[in-house]
């Protein structure tokens, strides 16, 4: 196994200043491609067992995105004056698209 290096920027901001710090953590890739998060970022990230991370690919770097909420989180959220018929919904926008689609 080889030794893979994680950048990982983390903005913290004081009043009207913003700093950026730089700190590099060291971890091994496991047999199915497992990673160890060190603890000080868990720690910063506030990232406790069970939660979501996004992998995100900039070029030859990987930034980590903790995803605090997800779609599911949001149901319910806005206010509709009457029940809705969602297989409705679904067809008109699945017909709409294949309007676009053919258009093009």
Known sequence: MSDT???????????????LAFFMNITKVGRRGQIS????????????????LA????GDEVILQPLHQTLADFRGSV??????????????????????TTDS
């Open 37 to 52: 998060i060190p603890k000080n970022i868990r720690q910063t990230l506030n990232l406790q067992e069970g939660d979501r």
């Open 5 to 19: 290096y994680c950048l990982v920027r983390l903005k913290l901001k004081y009043q009207t200043n913003t700093l």
């Open 55 to 58: 992998f995100i690919q900039r």
């Open 79 to 100: 206010p509709v004056s009457e029940p809705q018929d969602f297989d409705a919904i679904r067809r008109e926008v699945l017909e709409s698209q294949s309007y676009r």
